[in-house]
C-alpha cells in the first residue's frame, strides 16, 4: 500500500510491530459502481462474473467488462477481486476450470471462495490468482485462520461475528492477511448460514439468491390467528447495518488488514458517500496517529446516502436484543444522487453532467468529490449540449450544462437534499 508507520502496538502496551497502511475495499455492482469506488479512493473492488457469486440480482461482469474494470482500477494502483463464494452443488461445477482461468487472464487479482472445491480448483488451474477464503466460511479463531494458511490462502474475510479480541489473537498468531467488514448490512441469522429465503421463496442464499426475507414486515400470528392489536406496526427481524466510522484506530491497531464495505446492490451515490468518509479516516489516522481525531464530517457524509439505524456489530460485544430492527425503522436517505460530473471546462467554469434524478435552475444542490472536497451550488441556467435552455433536467441520462461557483472533476457527484 501507500506507505508504512510503526507504533506501539495494543494500547501501548509495548508489543512493537509494523503497520502497513490497511487496504480498503469496496463493493462494485456494476462497471459504473467499479469506476465510483475507485475514484473516491478504494484500494481494491469486489465484484460478482456471471456464474459462481452470491449477488445473483447485481448487474454481475462480463468477462469484457470485467478487463475494463481491470484497467481502469490499474491507472489508479487499485485492484479488483471476483466473489465465486457459492456452495456448489455438483451441476454449479460444469465449466469452472475454465471460468477461473479466464478471471486470471483478465487480470483478476484475487477471488474470493468458500467452498473447498473451488479454493482447490483455482490453486491448481490458475496459480496467478489469489485465493482469499471467503466470509461464507464463518471463520472466528486463529487456528481456523492458522488452517488456512497452511492449506496455502494468503487471506481469510472473517465472519461478521468475529470480536476484536479474537482479531487481535489471530494477527498475533498467524501471519496471514484479515479482510473486515467494517461497513453495511448485516445478516439477523449467522452470516451465510440463513435459509429463510430458500424458504419463503425457493431462492438460494448460498447460490447468490437471497431476498432478504429477515427485512420484511409480518404480522405475528399464533395458532393462525393474528395477535397484533391496533397501533401495533409490523414486526422485522433485520438487524442495524453496522458502521464503524468511529473506531478506525481500533480497526488499525488490531491489524485489520483489510477494511471491507458491504454492499454489491447499493447506489453510486451509497459506495462514493462511504468510500469517501473511510479513506480519509484512514489516511488520516496513517498521517498522524497520535493526533488523529475524529472528523463529525465523516459521520456525516455516510448519513447523506444511507439512513439505517447503525452499531458496532460484534466488534466489542455480542449485539443484544436493541440491536434487532423490530419495528420498520427504514427512512429515505436525506439525499437524493441527482446528476454524474462528466466532464468540466476550466476556461468556461462551465460542467457538462448526466441527470440521474431531476433537477431545476433555483434548485439548491450539492456537489462532492474524493478527499471530502464539497461545496453547495445554487443552479443557474441549463441547457442541453447544443446549448438549448432548459427549463428542467427532466430526462434520466441526458447530458446538461451548467456554470458551477468551484472547479469539478470527472465522476464527482452532485446530490439534492430530499428531507
Ligand atoms: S434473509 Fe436476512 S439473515 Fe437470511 S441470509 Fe438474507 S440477509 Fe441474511
Redesign the pocket.
Known sequence: MNGTIERTANGGKGKRYRLDKPELLAPAGSLEKLKIAVHYGADAVYIGGQKYGLRSNADNFSFEEMREGVEFAARYGAKVFVATNIYAHQEDLEGIEEYLRRLEEVGISAIIAADPIIVETAMRVAPGLEVHLSTQQSTMNWQAVDYWKQEGLPRVVLARETSMEEIREMKERVDIELEVFIHG?????V???????NHFTDRD?NRGG??????WKYDLHEGGVSVMEEGDNPFT???KDLCMIKHVPDLIEAGVDSFKIEGRMKSIHYVASVVNAYRQAIDSYMADPQRYELNPAWVEEIGKAANRPLNTGFFYSTPGAEEHIYEAEEKPAPYDFAALVLDYDESTGIATVQQRSPFRPGMEVEFFGPGGRSFKQKLGELTDEQGNPLDAARHPLQAIKLRTDHPVERLDLMRKRIM
Open positions: 448490512a448485516m445478516c439477523s441469522s452470516s451465510g448460514r440463513c435459509v429463510l429465503s442464499s437471497c431476498c432478504q426475507s429477515c427485512r427481524m433485520g438487524s
